[in-house]
Each structure stands twice: as structure tokens, then as C-alpha cells.
């Protein structure tokens, strides 16, 4: 299940049904399908679910499937948003991954340290560019 | 005591206002610096301006002392945030949030939030009289 359908979860949710797994992606804008299908990302023959709603609420989550889930992502723009997202998949749902976006890298370092599985694009772009740069000098 | 209020709207403004009449030493906290300056004109100095999930800006707030925090923000998932922050990473010892969403009375409990008011679930309680046999 993935939580926000931007250029990065529509990206998760096409490789992943590609690859063979059974994908929900959810989006409290409907555009943001529409939008992805445009970028040429979810296409036609896209066979995951596309749910409209807001990945932290409980009533939307469970309409979704969460309880069937084995794996949860969140990447909305909102990094208050994913953490909460995340905290509802692992703790009430039980969800066994869950990998959260936080893009403030404070509030990675936070809720890393509260076992939170965080990835920081913040960072780790951070860190990937210096590295390219320095190969290349 | 010392209480820290997330969110300036107008829950917050009243909030405050009638925790200092009654005595209380509060630090209001508002995000959008418009909205900050109004404030500081009603309630003074209380009113500081910044996010009130960062722990580098809670750290200024003096959050150490806290007796209580209450996140009273629209937004259900920055007052979750807040008070998670302020519970396990300054150890505030009572945390309350605002609840927009009714559902997540019960999802902030499991989440380490002391206590979760829904103005919702208040409202249909009053509508709803007690139910006698």
C-alpha cells in the first residue's frame, strides 16, 4: 500500500505492479491519478487499485485493504502526514514494513530514533550529489 | 503550572486567554507570522512564533518545565506530531490534543497521546440524550 500519489509513489506503485506485486495507491486528491497517468507513469495497463482519500484515516486505510498489507509506504508532501500514515500502518494495523518519507531532516533523526523507518531524500540526495561531484573532480 | 498551546486559531487564542486569567503560566505557539503578530497583540509576549513539531524550536520554548502541552491545531496530524515529540522527546508529563477527526480519539491513545477531545463526539453527545430504561 502506498500513501501519496506524487511523481515518487506513482513511480513505487508502477514498478511494483510491474514487478509482479498486488498494489493499492492512495491519493486525497483525485487529480494525482490523472496527473501520474499524464507523466506517462501509471499507464493503461496499470492492474493496481487507485483509492481517493486521506491515507491517515483509519475508515479510509481499512476501505483500502490495509489489513491484507505486507508492506506500507508513505510519501505525501507532508512529512507530519507520512509519520502519522506510517504510525497508524505499524501500530493499529500491524503492517510487518512500513518506510516513511521525512523530508526535514530533524524530524527524521526524531522519529528514526523512535523506530520509525525513515528514509531522508533531504540527506541522502544531499550526500549522493556531493558523492558524483567529488568522483568527478 | 506551565502549559505550551500548539495552534493559534481560534481555539488556541481563547485557549490561552483563559488560561492565564486563570493563573497559569502559558507560551502560545503559532506558525504564520500574520497570525502570530494578531495574537501578540491580544494576549503579549506569550505568543512565540514557529513550528511546534521541530524539537530545535521547542527546545527555545522551555518545554523542560512543562506541566502540559495541548496541540489544538486543525491539522490532526501536526497535534499528533507535537505531542509525540513533546512526550518522548522533552518528557512532558500530560499531553492533549484536539481531535478533528472522531476515529482518531482512540488512534492518538494507542499513539502515546494522553488524552484526545473530539468536538465532534462532544457535540453528539449533547444532541443525544443519555439513554434510560
Aim: hydrophobic content about 40%; proline content about 3%; glycine content about 8%.
Amino acid at each position: 500500500m502506498i500513501i501519496g500519489c506524487g511523481r515518487v509513489g506513482s513511480q513505487i506503485a508502477a514498478n511494483m505492479d510491474r514487478a509482479g506485486h498486488e498494489v493499492v495507491i492512495v491519493d486525497r486528491d483525485p487529480n494525482a491519478f490523472s496527473r501520474a497517468s499524464t507523466r506517462g507513469v501509471l499507464t493503461r495497463d496499470f492492474r493496481g487499485d487507485q483509492v481517493v482519500g486521506n491515507g491517515t484515516d483509519v475508515d479510509v486505510l481499512r476501505r483500502a485493504g490495509i489489513e491484507k498489507a505486507d508492506g506500507f509506504v508513505a510519501v505525501t508532501e507532508g512529512d507530519n502526514r507520512n509519520i502519522m500514515a506510517s504510525q497508524i500502518a505499524k501500530h493499529v494495523f500491524k503492517v510487518p514494513h512500513v518506510v516513511t518519507r521525512i523530508y526535514d531532516p530533524e524530524r527524521a533523526e526524531t522519529y528514526e530514533k523512535l523506530g520509525v523507518h525513515t528514509i531522508c531524500p533531504t540527506i541522502e540526495g544531499a550526500k549522493h550529489i556531493e558523492r558524483v561531484l567529488m568522483e568527478r573532480t | 503550572m506551565y502549559v505550551i498551546v500548539v495552534g493559534g486559531g481560534t481555539v488556541g487564542y481563547y485557549l490561552s486567554r483563559d488560561l492565564v486569567e486563570r493563573g497559569h503560566e502559558v507560551t502560545l505557539i503559532e506558525k504564520e507570522a500574520r497570525r502570530a503578530d494578531w495574537l501578540e497583540t491580544q494576549l503579549g509576549s506569550i505568543v512565540m512564533r514557529g513550528d511546534g513539531c521541530e524539537v530545535r524550536f521547542l527546545a527555545q520554548t522551555g518545554i523542560e518545565r512543562a506541566d502540559a502541552m495541548l496541540a489544538v491545531t486543525a491539522d490532526d496530524e501536526d497535534n499528533l506530531i507535537a505531542l509525540q515529540v513533546a512526550k518522548r522527546h522533552f518528557r512532558v508529563k500530560k499531553t492533549i490534543a484536539r481531535v478533528n477527526n472522531p476515529t482518531n480519539v482512540e488512534i492518538f491513545k494507542m499513539l502515546g497521546v494522553d488524552e484526545a477531545v473530539s468536538a465532534t463526539e462532544v457535540l453528539l453527545a449533547a444532541l443525544e440524550p443519555p439513554i434510560t430504561t
